[in-house]
């Protein structure tokens, strides 16, 4: 029975150590659930603010807090350090319950800020609150959703709709806060800026400090923002409900008003949603107003049906700002007066990039666009609308007129600010359809595109309007011709402003309707049916904008796989996937028709932005001082995803995953020569020698030729081409030319001649080939001398040329004479030569003493002279403090097994001495 029992008390023993090691070893497996919480709508307001409040305080980060029915908000609710997700049913603000805004709705729903605090919004309706019904004198700085202080927040889905800020008509992001819409409805919603959402710190002037907006991040790639609205009240006098904006007359004409949907300071990224019958009503940006920030990048989506009444129907981008755009359509849209897609102010700034990237086509410009204009265009329904510095219209005859269906770019002429307007207009769409620009009227210097009425007084004290355009035949006429071109207003020869129609032939046809189609469906970004009264029916902008798509090459010139420094001052030719090829300059910001720029400031590391999808072949154009040319072309592909920039992705080309190119030091060869006498009883007293360069010659026999195309000059040595030599009588002086580089492959032929006796004369020939290609380019040089790798030795005879006067005999002849005096030199020098002085004046670095320079070993070939050897080699590290954490924490768990085997064990035994 005693063993039985001790058998048991074994087993569970052995049960115990089993389940702890489970236990321990792998505690990644717990799974701890999230809960949910259900709050219920009771119909009162206090009822339901409490319940949401309490649940939200008790709730833990990765609770679900789960709305069913409507509840009724009227206070602010705070949310902070914790991971939330709201999920399904209504917050409301309509207190009173009569669906429309009202003194009693409440103003505001959640202040969302801190660190680490985490709120998604999934299937939730947030309908009718009202910041302009707060009281609060500041109100129409309040949001009904503020995020702030680097919280973040995310929205899958849901409805946001019928509520009224005066920042953001539903969210305020700020203060490094993020927000990203991947879904959900925005629509009905009013602010005077950012009709749904406003990102960064609104402020009255476009200012340039970003401490003083208070950037947040918003991203967007989902939702749909529809029949929301921003801007200035006019006292509903064109019938639109207005309620909750404040009259022109209290805010002033400021320009950073607008944005029917979205207002930022920067950092706005869209990559997907649509943005539809949004409105800015008497400011700027029918969808999005961008203000100075961060740049801004709008990759995706779909814009169509906006109204702003000034400026940029669909998009609006103020002065100092960077937006991107990506693989576009604009196609039409109206401007009642200049540049139906695309208009930039006396500040824009425009770039179609190489490759064409925008595809922009049928816009049109008009007088019937602006819808301020009475049905005659003789005058306007509001001259109120936009105070200016004369209080009387403006006559009919200086209106203006309209100019630029598809295009139009400002004279630089604003009195203040930055002027500083140019273009680059693309010869071909991204969908490399060719496309030709060509003069559609023209507005005068003096005009803006933005001014009813303009600072620009004419004979008689009229005001000229900012729509002016000049009358009778355009001079100069502009065309392009199918090529890319850059065109800055005020420069040399394009002293004038620019209005421009887009062709699909150089005969001034219009583009097929197949031409029109593969670019509307293989477009990423569509912007269509926009209306702007002014200008910018589409785009319009006084800042930057860039069309483009957004693949990155980037490379590194390396001196070798030892070394990592980068070489600066290489230039390379890069040839995109239609055949065109662009020059890469180290650090140059060039950016005409033929250079691309290196957005990389760093010597010796390039990056080329802007991309887009396709292969590419890169080949070094000018090699660094002193380095030889990289003969090899290297290729890359940009994939669709790549170029479409979401994320960016830096694509790296060249020997190694990084984009390493090594680039290996010219070869240089040092030409020498010994110099004795027959007689070695003699002085070898200065002899001076020239070597003069005979021929370059390729593997071909022709002459060596550069990239370029260009015979080359015969490499000669540096920094001199003569020497001269002496040494002691029975010794041999020797000669050593400066060094003599090589950076193209070939036969380079030398002569060595004795300056006073031409006679003596050594045939130099220096072969300089490419070792194994794999080796990317390295070049070894071979130096023969009269046909021999031996260095060459010129002999002269007994009488030197110029031999020195013999001082005269002493008196008495030697005690000790030589027993046979020879009775004159030898015909011929010696078998065996002196040996030269251990270490001769001039001797190259490494030669071992008593060797002459360059002297081969016995029976062995000359040295080839060659550049540094190169091996490939990488690095892989590891997370040595994650691996020693591991490590502890498998000792400690270990450790706690064995103590709990050891404790159990203890128990049996006793038990077992009981």
Not at 758 to 785: C, F
């Amino acid at each position: 029975m005693g063993e039985k029992k001790r058998r048991l008390k074994s087993l569970l023993l052995i049960i115990f150590l089993l389940i702890s090691s489970c236990f321990w070893l792998d505690r990644g497996s717990v799974i701890v659930y999230a809960a949910t919480v259900t709050v219920t709508g009771s119909g009162d307001a206090d009822t339901d603010t409490d319940a949401l409040k309490n649940a939200i305080t008790n709730a833990s980060s990765g609770d679900t807090i789960s709305i069913s029915g409507t509840l009724l908000i009227n206070d602010i609710i705070t949310i902070s350090g914790k991971e939330l997700t709201f999920s399904g049913g209504t917050l409301s603000g309509d207190i009173d319950g009569d669906s429309a805004h009202s003194t009693g709705d409440t103003p505001r729903l959640f202040r969302i800020s801190g660190s680490g605090t985490e709120v998604t919004f999934s299937g939730v309706t947030v309908e009718y609150f009202d910041c302009t019904k707060s009281g609060d004198a500041n109100n129409y700085e309040y949001s009904p959703i503020e995020i702030k202080d680097n919280a973040k927040v995310t929205v899958t889905s849901g409805t946001f709709q019928n509520n009224v800020g005066g920042e953001g008509g539903v969210m305020h992001v700020y203060d490094g806060a993020e927000l990203e819409i991947k879904g959900g409805i925005f629509q009905y919603n009013k602010a005077e800026n950012g009709g749904a959402i406003l990102s960064g710190k609104w402020t009255v002037f476009n200012i340039t400090d970003p401490s003083q907006t208070l950037p947040g991040k918003l991203t967007i790639t989902g939702g749909t923002f529809s029949n929301n609205m921003a801007g200035i009240s006019n006292e509903s006098a064109d019938g639109i409900d207005e309620e909750g904006f404040r009259p022109i007359t209290d805010v002033g004409n400021h320009v950073s008003f607008g944005g029917g949907a979205i207002w930022t300071n920067g950092g706005l990224v869209i990559a997907g949603g649509e943005f539809m019958n949004n409105k800015a009503i008497r400011s700027f940006g029918g969808a999005i107003f961008i203000n100075h920030g961060e740049d801004n990048k709008i990759f995706k989506g779909t814009f169509h049906d906006n109204i702003a009444y000034k400026l940029g129907g669909a998009i609006y981008s103020e002065e100092n700002s960077n937006t991107y755009f990506g693989k576009t359509a604009v196609y039409g849209n109206n401007a009642g007066h200049f540049g139906g897609g695309l208009w930039l102010c006396p500040s824009g700034i425009g770039d179609f990039n190489t490759l064409g990237f925008a595809a922009i086509f049928g816009n049109d410009a008009d007088l019937s666009h602006d819808g301020n204009l009475n049905s005659s265009q003789d005058g306007y329904v509001h001259p109120d609308w936009f105070p200016a510095s004369d209080a009387t219209e403006p006559e009919q005859e200086h209106i203006g007129g309209a100019a630029g269906d598809d295009f139009a770019i400002m004279y630089p002429n604003k009195p203040t600010g930055s002027a500083k307007s140019s273009i680059r207009l693309a010869s071909q769409w991204f969908s490399y359809t060719k496309a030709y620009w060509k003069d559609d009227g023209r507005p005068t210097n003096a005009a803006s595109g933005y001014y009813y009425k303009g600072a620009n007084s004419q004979t008689g004290g009229n005001f000229l309007s900012g729509f002016e355009v000049e009358t009778g035949t355009i001079s100069p006429a502009f065309e392009t011709d199918g090529e890319d071109q850059l065109f800055k207003p005020g420069g040399s020869g394009t002293d004038y402003a620019l209005a421009l129609k887009a062709y699909g032939s150089s005969s001034w046809d219009d583009f097929s309707s197949a031409d029109k189609n593969q670019a509307i469906n293989g477009a990423n970004l569509k912007i269509y049916n926009n209306t702007a009264y002014w200008s910018g029916g589409g785009v319009g902008s006084d800042g930057t904008v860039t069309f483009q798509q957004f693949g990155i090459l980037s490379w590194r010139k390396r001196k070798g796989v030892a070394n990592y420094d980068a070489l600066t001052g290489s230039s390379w030719e890069l040839t995109f996937p239609d055949g065109k090829t662009y020059i890469i300059n180290d650090n140059s910001s060039d950016d005409d028709n033929t250079y691309k720029p290196d957005s990389d400031s760093t010597d010796g590391i390039f990056q080329v932005k802007g991309l887009p999808a396709g292969n590419y072949k890169l080949k070094e154009k000018t090699a660094p001082t002193g380095y030889l040319l990289n003969p090899h072309e290297y290729t890359a592909t940009i994939t669709d995803e790549q170029a479409f920039g979401m994320p960016e992705v830096t694509v790296y080309i060249g020997d190694t995953s990084d984009g390493s190119i090594y680039d290996y030091e010219a070869p240089s060869v040092q030409v020498e020569l010994y110099k004795k006498l027959s007689d070695p009883t003699l002085v070898v007293d200065s002899y001076d020698f020239t070597i003069t360069g005979v021929s370059a010659l390729d593997s071909s026999g022709n002459p060596v030729k550069d990239t370029a195309g260009n015979e080359i000059a015969i490499p000669m040595p540096t920094p001199v081409t003569e020497s001269s030599t002496t040494a002691p009588a029975g010794g041999q002086g020797y000669v050593i030319f400066g060094a003599i580089s090589f950076i193209y492959p070939g036969t380079y032929t030398y002569t060595i001649t004795e300056d006073i006796d031409t006679t003596k004369k050594v045939t130099v020939v220096i072969t300089v080939a490419y070792d194994d290609p794999s080796r990317h380019g390295k070049l070894n040089a071979t130096v023969r001398y009269n046909g021999s790798t031996a260095i060459a030795t010129i002999v002269n005879g007994e009488t030197p040329p110029t031999p020195p006067t013999p001082p005269n005999p002493p008196d008495n002849p030697p005690d000790n004479p030589p027993d046979n005096p020879p009775d004159s030199p030898p015909d011929s020098p010696p078998d065996t030569p002196p040996t030269p002085p251990t270490t001769p004046p001039g001797t190259p670095p490494g030669t071992p003493p008593g060797t002459p320079p360059g002297t081969p070993p016995d029976g062995e070939e000359f040295e080839e002279v060659d550049a540094y050897e190169f091996s490939q080699g990488a690095a892989v590290g590891r997370d040595r403090n994650t691996g020693d954490r591991l490590k502890l924490e498998l000792c400690y768990r270990g450790l706690v097994i064995i103590a709990a085997g050891c404790f159990l064990a203890f128990i049996i035994k006793r038990d077992n001495a009981n």
